[in-house]
């Protein structure tokens, strides 16, 4: 549980040394750098640490600018129109594929990345099916969609909540419990009707329009019990009590927990991987072609394959990554948690997100557009 692994109280005096490395180092080196010599990052919030930010710009004197994105739809959109400014993007794999296929990636030169050797060759196996010969990306984080889901304002109001299940969302006599101490959504339509399908026992990259009508059906009857779809809020309103109830990613779940800590404010986040299977998401370092410092991003991308950094990531924001050097890095109670790195039997009920054709993205979209306005 991720409880167990937050009950000493590490989380928040890494995160507080961390962050008076930063003033320091901030105030010394401002001056330092040339205008021109930097690197521009886009990726979710609270996915890169800080103190990984720093330690990179000590290092190599190259100075991170980082862009969060709120969505992986705006993040594909900028892509695609071009221009973007940003030297690494954080992709799923699922949209590295797409802008893979459109060319909006570079091949990366593997003679710049010398810690390419520390990855998992299991996980690197599993990202060829979106990049073939693994030639445009390298792994980052992973981790799996489920029940993010505060204790006390839960078994308070059902003393038996399914918290293994996905009824906890799905079933409306079991979400309606919820609705007054508020539940929400990840803004991912990918991955939640997937999910959605994988639930009703329907493959979830199904093509045929009559399965989404099933998801449809789930679907609209929970609407009501919502509060809202906002990505970007999950981990503070959870760590502050304002949400009871999360359809999100696992890491964040911890994120949230370490949150409330610090805040010494009383409130405990707790996170499982759905019994009935639930998706497994791998995201990706890759350089858009018309990235303005291809040399500093390889760096930088580089520079996360360092075992001691990737494992300090995995550390500070409970996602397992894909590099196999930095395990014996990992704390211990982050590596045996099974929310966090699932075990081999809960593995076999997990699937990856895969690619889609057009007509089927369309269908799904507006299943979730259905599902999210309520019509
Ligand atoms: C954001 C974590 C995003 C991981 N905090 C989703 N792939």
Redesign the pocket.
Known sequence: MVSDQCNSNWVWKTTANAAAAVLLFGADTQHAFAQENTVTIT?????VPDEVIAGFEEKTGIKVVYDPFES?EVLETKMLTGNSGYDVIFP?ALVANRLIQVEAVQKLDKSKLPNLGNLDPEIMGFLARHDEGNQYGVPY???TTGVIYNPALVFERMEDAPIESLDMFFDPDVVSNFADCGVAM?D?PEEVVAIALNYLGLDPFTKDPADFEKVDALLAPINPHIRHFN?GA??NDMARGDLCLVLG?S??AG?AYATALEADNGVEVFYSVPKEGTEV?F?FLSIPSDAPNPDNAHTFIDYLMEPEVIASVTNL?Y?PNGNAAALEHVLDEVKSDPNVYPTEEMMATLFPNLPRDQKTLRTLTRTWTRFKTGN
Not at 43 to 47: K, L, M, P, S
């Open positions: 990726a979710w919030a609270e996915y992986l799923s984080l992973w981790g990840i991912s990505t999950i981990i990613w890491g964040d994120l998401f995201d924001y996602y």
